[in-house]
């Protein structure tokens, strides 16, 4: 199991410090949240602080849009080079095309499924995709408990991935902890984003390597 430390459960005023301290624990990825206030109830941050957590980065960066404006903001992150940059399907009237957009910048898409959309809504782009990332709480905040529904949506997804495009990684988000990283493994998920439960920890290294099952 992957781990991607959300950073927006870091401490903002100590930004350096946390980013340098996931990396030197054996994160595998950086989680960035990106939410503009409209597609979620919350602003988060944009390309001067994104680009601030790449310079002191030593992994790779996976950039979470939660905006109206997909396009306009895979533009805005792309010089950054992320390892990927998923979208919410729910957000945009022309995933193939974005997606095509997103690979021609070297940078591997991913689509984002909110808890109520079914995992077929993407089988027709799978063969085109790297990543798949099933949100397990609503998007919008850290620190929110586990939808326990993602658990079978996930078992479901993994089947049409090993039958469609088994290179493509299945990455689960929110509320992931020491309690569901075992049920998350075991229904094929390849990627964690845990935030709160990483940051909040007395040990982050500690916390890190207990999701790296
Ligand atoms: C929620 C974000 C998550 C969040 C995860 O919209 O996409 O990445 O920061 O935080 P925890 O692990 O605390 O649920
Ligand atoms: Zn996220």
Do not use: W
């Not at 910048?105 to 079914?118: D, E, M, Q, R, S």
């Amino acid at each position: 199991m992957l781990v991607a430390p959300s950073v927006l459960s870091a401490d903002f005023g100590n930004l350096q410090r946390d980013v340098e301290e996931i990396c030197n624990a054996g994160c595998n990825l950086v989680h960035i949240d990106v939410m503009d206030g409209h597609f979620v109830p919350n602003l988060t941050i944009g390309p001067v602080v994104v680009s601030a957590i790449a310079a002191c980065a030593t992994k790779p960066l996976d950039i979470h849009l939660m905006v109206e404006n997909n396009t306009f903001f895979v533009e805005l992150f792309a010089p950054l080079k992320p390892q990927y940059i998923s979208f919410h399907i729910e957000e945009e009237k022309h995933p193939h095309r974005l997606i095509q957009k997103i690979r021609s910048l070297g940078i591997k898409p991913a689509i984002v499924l909110n808890p109520h959309t079914p995992p077929e809504s993407v089988e027709y782009l799978l063969k085109n995709l790297d990543m798949i990332l099933l949100m397990s709480v609503n998007p919008g905040f850290g620190g929110q408990s586990f939808i326990d529904s993602v658990i079978p949506k996930a078992k479901r997804l993994s089947e049409m991935r090993n039958r469609l495009n088994p290179k493509c990684l299945i990455e689960v988000d929110g509320g992931v902890n020491d309690q569901n990283i075992h049920a998350l493994k075991e229904a094929g998920v390849d990627i964690v984003v845990a935030g709160s439960y990483v940051f909040k920890h007395e040990n982050r290294a500690k916390a890190i390597k207990s999701l790296q099952i």
